[in-house]
């Protein structure tokens, strides 16, 4: 199957800074991807749609300003969350549509926020 | 509000057992339904798939069965392994929804050797 890399695997930063995380799509190319955050032991929350050239639409409830978005590319989406606090600390997850219904995730990046 | 429930929430069972995992959704535009395994720390990877015009798919000792009348489906792993303890996440998406996922709130499967 495709590959979706995602870097870091983990990061650990200070309160207000920002934090930039990369999904990739190593072998094909993703005109979609989703950012997801995973709290323990629950389900993966979509947070937001990354489309290729164009602006992402965020879900419900979640602030814009501090998860930015970025799809530069047709292999390349970032998540910077801007500002971190303790309360982001989480597990981040991407994935990447290859055009059809099949997503592909990335192995995750569990973010901690000192 | 959970367009995908699933259940048993954990669930043991013996080396050599069978796990079975349920789901059921409401929203009848759904037309992809795959299934998903995680490990800790590790993202989901997909485990099997199933569309709803198929009533049962399997591939290896891993069988969805799907109920569209009833709006159900489930995983079947046979002759489950120790290597098998996970967590497993049912999934839906339709065309109509930008191929969004909707995730089931996961099953944790312990397999005891």
């Known amino acids: 199957g495709a590959v979706v890399s995602q870097h870091p695997s983990r990061v650990i930063c200070k309160s207000g800074t920002s934090v930039k995380i990369e999904c990739r799509s190593l072998?094909?190319?993703?005109?979609?991807m989703f950012w997801y955050r995973q709290f323990p032991k629950q389900s993966l929350m979509l947070m937001a749609t990354?489309?290729?050239?164009?602006?992402?639409?965020?879900e419900q409830g979640v602030e814009k300003d501090k998860f930015l978005i970025n799809h530069a590319s047709l292999t390349l989406s970032t998540l910077t969350v801007t500002s971190a606090h303790p309360e982001d600390s989480s597990f981040y997850i991407c994935?990447?549509?290859?055009?059809?219904?099949?997503?592909?995730f990335g192995q995750g990046t569990r973010l901690t926020v000192v | 509000q959970q367009q995908v429930k699933q259940s048993p929430q954990s669930l043991i069972v013996q080396k050599g057992g069978i796990s079975i995992i349920n789901c059921a959704y409401e929203?009848?535009?759904?037309?992809?339904f795959p299934w998903y395994q995680q490990f800790p720390g590790k993202g989901p990877a997909l485990l099997i798939a199933?569309?709803?015009?198929?009533s049962e798919k399997k591939e290896g000792r891993f069988t969805i069965s799907f109920n569209k009348s009833a709006k159900q489906f489930s995983l079947h792993i046979m002759d489950s392994q120790p290597g098998d303890s996970a967590t497993y996440f049912c999934?839906?998406?339709?065309?109509?929804?930008?191929?969004?996922?909707?995730f089931g709130a996961g099953t944790t499967v312990t397999v005891r050797a």
């Open positions: 994935s990447a549509n290859q055009g059809g219904t099949e997503a592909f």
């Open positions: 999934a839906a998406k339709s065309r109509s929804n930008d191929y969004k996922l909707s």
């Open positions: 929203n009848t535009a759904f037309d992809y």
């Open positions: 990354s489309n290729e050239g164009s602006k992402a639409t965020y």
């Open positions: 199933i569309r709803p015009d198929v």
């Open positions: 072998d094909f190319q993703a005109t979609t």
